[in-house]
């Protein structure tokens, strides 16, 4: 069958053309008339695997519990994340569903909730509410993969609690061995590797199922399990180095547009040893290498010693400024209590004395390994919580260390994709007077939810040369289309574009490298104005995923990455 050439524009006018990773890989050959020679790679054989993000997934009732002075009761398979009519009129009953111990991650005693299982698990938190963006997630994604006619069997959903930290999820739910089989699952079904899909913390879940499948299988077999079972990773909206939207979180509550006060949000928020998974991070700091130490040591039961570059101490940015959180605090009960502070200087020890309020800044370090909570136990027993969680399940985690920079993984295709120019908090200025809490943010650029520092730290997978292409995200005749080939990139020091803006026309920038490893690519995508929350409903974004699986596969494809030229 002829082959003709794709254009932009061909997309753009259709919705169901606007199609997710996994329509993308299984629809490819088929819309060019299958296997009919050419192709290195049959993509009718990949399937699509969704890691979905921080609340994105439903949770049900697996209890009865009887609500007083409320019409709902919670039985067995009750939806509790979302179900906001139960959350209106049944708030007490409905918290105890939601609640996790703070200390051991185990259910509230009269009622437990669980992960509900499938694609249904992700779609839409809340069916017939007005809940928003918080309630339709992947609702879209699903429908144009309907009505592009892929089979049920090749998207596959691998919804978790994200209330538990990563050790728990398998401790408890034996995610990670069900991860893995996942994969080989579809393997077999399909003959073929998975694409990736995971969103915003999402793809915290992966990172660490990649360094626990290290610990799980044998090292020579590691590299080729990979390349067997994966064959792209799409990282969309990724906090690599955290988000400050955690801090807030975590001292004074986010409601996300719940029907709830920000004091019950904060309580509910400090009680997920997730919560602690998305705190922002230096990027200088490292853990040991728990790889060779699972073969010396053992597994478990050993702290990460944290290792710190000495740029950590003499670099006023780390990743993120060094004054990332400033609290005001009451007057210092015992300064020997708080061995972090102790080199403020005297006319600040002196205003303690005196009893003034006392402003104390934090860097990222000192946020991720607990110095923060550390100082305010005293005036916020939160805080204690979050110093034992932090211990147990991030500093004495037995696979990693989940807050210390991330490096690029071992996978042949590597895509990482985020929004860019939404207003978002990238500085969080925090005041503290006994229980009162007041600040204003300091709005910086990024999704809307993680700030660009942390999203656009994959660029630091870049080789050595980048290519960089800018284009209009609508349809297009090339006119506005910018390229600049081989541009020398230093890890470390970041690479910006240097070209021009029409005002009022939102771009794409491409930034791609094919060459420094052979036959592994990495790519990063800069969509401006793409909302944390939104940018998996994008039309634009399903369009580009498309195009590039189609080039993937296309016999007279001339390049590594596909053209923006129309």
């Known amino acids: ?50 890691i979905p993000g921080f609340a994105s997934t439903q949770l049900r ?76 997630v992947w609702k879209e994604w699903v429908k144009w993969c309907v009505e592009f006619g892929i089979e049920a069997n090749a998207i596959i959903a691998v919804p978790y609690d994200w209330r538990l930290p990563p050790s728990m999820l398998e401790e408890r739910d034996l995610y990670f061995h069900k991860l893995k089989l996942t994969f080989e699952t579809a393997l077999k079904l399909r003959g073929g590797p998975s694409l990736v899909f995971a969103h915003s913390m999402g793809n915290n879940v992966f990172r660490y199922f990649l360094e626990w499948l290290k610990l799980e299988i044998a090292p020579k077999h590691y590299i ?20 400050t939207e955690a801090v807030k979180a975590a001292l004074s509550g986010a409601t996300f547009g719940l029907p709830v006060s920000e004091g019950t949000a904060r309580l509910m928020f400090n009680a997920f040893g997730s919560s602690l998974w998305l705190m922002p991070f230096s990027e200088y700091c490292k853990a040991d290498n728990i790889y060779w130490k699972h073969f010396f040591e053992g597994k478990g039961g050993c702290h990460h010693r944290q290792q710190c570059d000495e740029m950590e101490y003499k670099s006023e940015y780390s ?47 000192e946020v991720s390994d607990g110095t923060l909570f550390k100082t305010i136990k005293d005036w916020d027993p939160q805080s204690i919580g979050l110093i034992h969680q932090l211990e147990k399940y991030y500093q004495g985690d037995p696979v990693l260390n989940p807050l210390t920079p991330w490096e690029r993984p071992p996978i042949k295709n590597v895509f990482c994709i985020y929004g860019l120019d939404s207003k978002t908090e990238g500085l969080y200025y925090q005041g503290r007077s006994g229980n009162s809490v007041t600040g204003k943010p300091n709005n910086s650029s990024g999704d809307g939810t993680v700030s660009y520092n942390s999203l656009s730290w994959c660029k630091n997978w870049l080789g050595p040369k980048v290519n960089i292409t800018r284009a209009p995200q609508a349809e ?25 803006r029409t005002p009022h026309v939102k771009y794409i920038t491409y930034f791609e490298d094919a060459e420094s490893i052979p036959g592994w690519r990495t790519a990063v995508w800069e969509l401006d104005k793409a909302n944390h929350r939104n940018i998996v409903r994008m039309p634009v974004l399903m369009r580009e995923l498309w195009l590039e699986m189609w080039h993937d596969m296309h016999p007279d494809a001339k390049s590594k990455f596909v053209t923006k030229d129309h």
């Open 1 to 50: 069958m002829p082959r003709r050439r794709l254009r932009r524009g061909d997309l753009a006018c259709s919705v169901a053309v606007a199609v997710a990773v996994a329509a993308v890989a299984v629809a490819a050959v088929g819309a060019v008339g299958g296997g009919d020679g050419g192709a290195d790679f049959d993509y009718r054989k990949l399937s699509g695997i969704i």
């Open 61 to 136: 009732a697996w209890s009865v519990l009887d609500c007083p002075y409320s019409p709902f009761d919670f039985n067995p398979l009750d939806s509790v994340w979302l179900d906001t009519a139960k959350l209106l009129s049944a708030v007490n009953c409905w918290l105890k569903c939601m609640l996790l111990d703070p200390y051991n991650q185990t259910d509230h005693p009269e009622c437990k909730s669980r992960p509900d299982s499938g694609l249904s698990a992700i779609t839409e938190l809340d069916p017939g509410y007005i809940t928003g963006p918080l309630s339709s």
């Open 224 to 243: 080729r399990w990979l390349d067997e079972h994966i064959h792209a990773y799409f990282a969309v909206g990724a906090p690599l180095l955290g988000s």
């Open 319 to 365: 990743g993120w400024p060094t004054n990332l959180v400033s609290i005001e605090v009451p007057t210092v009960r015992d300064t020997e209590a708080y061995p972090s502070i102790m080199d403020t200087t005297e006319n600040i020890t002196s205003s303690m004395e005196c009893g003034k309020p006392t402003l104390l800044s934090f860097s990222a370090r």
């Open 476 to 500: 297009h005749d090339g006119s506005d289309l910018q390229t600049k080939m081989n541009v020398d990139h230093h890890v470390g020091q970041g690479i910006l574009p240097n070209m021009t």
